[in-house]
């Protein structure tokens, strides 16, 4: 697995997000940084005071893929944030020792595919801890179990308030 750090322009944002969730990899961090690399600090007017301006506004995108989809990520942010201008921002690529799902208890690579969430319908009755089996959801020899709510949870999930 591979962490794919982006710095990139605030406002070709939404076009990166809609060109990875067009190829399905949706799952990404997104934080608002500042900071400067090439650029040139400019003179900017505020109350007809003049400042300088050394640390620009940027996004940073997180992204964990899997070792084939790097390429394929790495030139989907390059194609849709190249302004052709300084600033456009870097791109880097660091090696993922391992990855946890907290919800399911996942490891590795499956912790960072999207999962099918599994919800229940209100009209169902079951026994307390019953077990249901996904045979679409096997991995190996193994097939992954979900424990269904309690009856007890499954009246406090569906309660409306007044």
Do not use: C
């Not at 391992?98 to 399911?104: D, G, K, Q, S, W």
């Amino acid at each position: 697995m591979k962490k794919i750090e982006a710095v990139i322009r605030p406002e070709r944002f939404p076009a990166i997000s809609a060109a990875l969730q067009e190829a399905e990899k949706n799952g990404m961090t997104v934080s608002e940084v500042r900071g400067h690399g090439s650029e040139v600090g400019a003179v900017q007017v505020w109350r007809g005071r003049q400042y300088k301006v050394d640390l620009h506004q940027k996004l940073k995108l997180e992204i964990v893929v899997q070792d084939a989809d790097v390429d394929q990520v790495v030139n989907m942010i390059i194609d849709e944030a190249q302004t052709g201008a300084n600033g456009d921002g870097r791109i880097f690529v660091s090696h993922v020792e391992a990855a946890f799902r907290i919800r399911t208890g996942e490891v590795g690579d499956r912790a960072i595919t999207n999962g099918r969430v599994v919800k229940l319908s209100p009209k169902e009755e079951t026994e307390y801890n019953e077990i249901v089996e996904f045979p679409e959801k096997s991995v190996g020899s193994e097939n992954l179990a979900y424990s269904k709510l309690q009856k007890d949870s499954q009246r406090v999930n569906n309660y409306v308030q007044p």
